[in-house]
């Protein structure tokens, strides 16, 4: 080959590069504004939920089926007492607690038993879903209803477990124990249950950053927007992830996902198939997807759903240290998801999860993140040897940057229609500046921890990062 031939080849492989990397980002901002656009036909025309707490538990305080929440607890000694307390109070007929501390190295037991004055009371496990060894069993004498497992380190899956085997009713609720619940959470994702024909096996809700909340004796005082960008990044991010696509997800029965942060199941399909699996670090999108897969191949009518007005606030990652580790830990996850369920991509055994949610799970975990990240340095470079027009520059511009700020514009206006959960003019225009600025340097950012994951799937890495908390009420 020629020294000109080889000048040509290369040329036209950075163009088929710049092109295809534009392509891929335009089909991946193209179907959120799809999700965004359903989802707010979905709000505009469904049936409005009651507005308060009286009004639910006056139509469904007698028809409540019991449920065991589930709070799988790592390290987290200094938000867990506020946590369990918000717990305690939820609104709800018939609800047990518990706590499943999971080996954690920090004072968590310690600061359990103190709180709750918990004594050790023998219960038998009914199924035993984890790995590892139960070390002990509490009861509180103040409060009837928590129960507290100590037992080995094994992670949230085995944790989660574990609490799924103490637990006796029929519908369990699994979530984080840095979450604090809206005080009606339960009984809203409850209420799908009470009208189920016994095709619905799982609930999801809407996730809130909860740093810049006051937390008081467990529950949510006052909603505010923490000062720091970091926080406020997320903020945006949740809006576009749970208003929008879990919304249209939902609605068009390919939803993959429910956050591991609050969910509700029905406890006999999740012991049908093993409970969480251990070996990977996105238990939770796992879980949901080999849900679809078990009950599609056993030919069994099911329905999993997501309901808006669940609300549970969660701490998030006060600064760019923590937000890594989760970050790359859950691009890792969704690959390693996407391999253990691979014959289900376009198999139309599957249904519309074969066909279009595993595609759309390739696209926005396999493909996208590296197909951006080259576009930025590869469509500039192109530019700058002349063999590509500077509007394309401009057009990759528009499809990143301004495009998605309309998106998290699109669903911070959504939210402010539908759930108005942001307090005040002041806190809905931080959020706003967070939604313009984070496509300059934080969308980027956030890239690269992908990538970072993707690294750790390839080389099979299984370690856990925790995230740094820094507890409810604390400065960022």
Known sequence: MTLNELQIASANAILFLAFGCFLVVAARNGISLLQLLLAAWVFATRTKPGRSSIELWRRYGDLALPVSVIAPAFNEELSIVESVKSLLSLEYPHHE????????????????????????????????????????????????????????????????????????????????????????????????????????????????????????????????????????FQIVEYLR???????????????????????????????????????????????????????????????????????????????????????????????????????????????????????????????????????YLVIPAAIALGILDPMMALAFLGVTVLFGTGLSLGSLALEEVQLRRTPTARDLYRIGEAALLENFGFRQMNLIYRLRGIRSFLRSDTKWEAVPRIGFNQPS
């Not at 950053?209 to 000062?227: F, K, M, Q, S, W």
């Not at 329905?303 to 007005?309: G, L, R, S, W, Y």
């Open 97 to 232: 607690v518990i706590v499943v501390n999971d080996g954690s190295k920090d004072d968590t037991l310690g600061a359990l038993i103190r709180g709750f004055d918990m004594e050790p009371h023998e219960r038998m496990q009914i199924a035993a879903l984890q790995k590892t060894q139960i070390r002990g069993t509490y009861r509180s004498r103040r409060y009837p209803n928590l129960f507290v497992v100590d037992k080995e380190n094994g992670r949230k899956a085995d944790a989660a477990n574990a609490g799924i085997g103490f637990a006796r009713t029929p519908l369990v609720c699994v979530i984080d124990a840095d979450s604090i619940i809206e005080t009606d959470g339960l009984l809203r994702a409850a209420e799908p249950f009470m009208h189920d024909d016994g095709r619905l096996v799982a609930v999801g809700g809407t996730i809130r950053i909860a740093n810049g909340c006051e937390i008081e004796g467990g529950a949510l005082r006052r909603i505010g927007v923490d000062t720091k960008l970091v926080p406020r």
């Open 241 to 375: 992830a749970f208003l929008s696509s879990r919304v249209a997800n939902a609605h068009t029965d390919t939803l993959l996902l429910i956050s591991g942060a609050f969910g509700m199941f029905r406890r006999d399909v999740l012991i049908e198939i093993g409970g969480y699996r251990h070996d990977t670090v996105g238990e939770d999108l796992e879980l949901v997807v080999r849900i679809h897969r078990y009950m599609r191949e056993q030919k069994r009518e099911y329905a999993i759903k997501f309901v808006p007005d669940i609300v549970c606030w969660t701490e998030a990652p006060a600064n760019l240290a923590g937000l890594k580790g989760q970050r790359s830990r859950w691009q890792q996850g969704a690959l390693e998801t996407l391999q253990r369920h691979r014959r289900m991509i376009f198999n139309p055994r599957y249904g519309r999860i074969g066909m279009i949610a595993m595609p759309q799970l390739i696209l926005e975990d396999v493909i996208g993140p590296p197909a951006e990240v080259i576009g």
